[in-house]
């Protein structure tokens, strides 16, 4: 499991050292949980922001990261190696991100599913 801060900070007209120190300080409240499965994604995953709405899906090993400028930058941070992605709808990079973090939180592990189903996790991953 990968823990990864992404915030989008959106300051005017303040000093940098203001803005960085308030990048910082919203980087810590706003921390995901991302679990990955050997470099990509668990399962198919799909996220929405607005006009944006994206979906990304797990990929073999050496496929690379295969989706557009902003998705990739946010996959990249993740720790994703492997994944197809693909954004539909709005492509303003501001939304593409939100909607792919949106996508990234929403990705359920496979210890929460099998604490949500009251099995042990070899159960649901069949071994």
């Known amino acids: 499991m990968v823990t990864v801060a992404l915030v989008l900070v959106t300051v005017k007209r303040v000093k940098f ?4 120190r308030k990048a910082m ?3 810590r409240r706003n921390m995901i ?6 470099g990509t994604l ?6 929405t922001h607005t006009g944006s ?11 690379g990261i295969i ?3 902003a998705m990739r930058a946010v996959l990249e941070v993740a720790g994703v190696r492997n ?16 909607a792919t973090i ?6 359920k592990s496979p210890d929460m599913v099998a604490a949500k189903r009251g099995k042990s996790v070899e159960e649901i991953l069949g071994k």
């Open 25 to 27: 300080e919203k980087a």
């Open 33 to 38: 949980n991302v679990a990955l499965n050997h």
């Open 53 to 63: 709405r994206v979906f990304m899906q797990p990929a073999s090993e050496g496929t």
């Open 67 to 69: 989706a557009g400028g």
């Open 42 to 47: 668990q399962h198919p995953v799909k996220g």
């Open 102 to 107: 949106d996508g990234l939180e929403n990705m």
């Open 17 to 20: 050292q203001q803005r960085s």
């Open 83 to 98: 994944v197809l992605a693909k954004a539909y709808g709005s492509t303003n990079p501001i939304n593409v991100v939100r």
